[in-house]
């Protein structure tokens, strides 16, 4: 595996844990977005040219108690 497709499915992963993190079941939700930080976090120390990494996580939702 060649660079490139190690960041291409480092990319599929957060998109798939961006839908875990839209979903309504709480553990799901906050299991995607767990994810999705540890992805990001990855990416952004093995891709130089990538400028931030807020925008690589999803909308964290709360529910209101």
């Given at each position: 595996?060649?660079d490139?497709?190690?960041l291409?499915l480092i ?7 961006h839908?875990?993190?839209a ?13 999705a930080v540890?992805?990001a976090?990855l990416?952004y ?5 990538l400028?931030?990494v807020?925008?690589?996580?999803p ?5 209101i108690?």
């Amino acid at each position: 595996m060649n660079d490139a497709e190690r960041l291409l499915l480092i990319n599929q992963m957060i998109n798939h844990a961006h839908r875990l993190a839209a979903n309504d079941h709480v553990m799901v939700r906050v299991s995607g977005e767990r994810i999705a930080v540890i992805l990001a976090d990855l990416l952004y120390e093995i891709d130089t040219g990538l400028d931030e990494v807020v925008s690589l996580l999803p909308v964290q939702r709360r529910d209101i108690i």
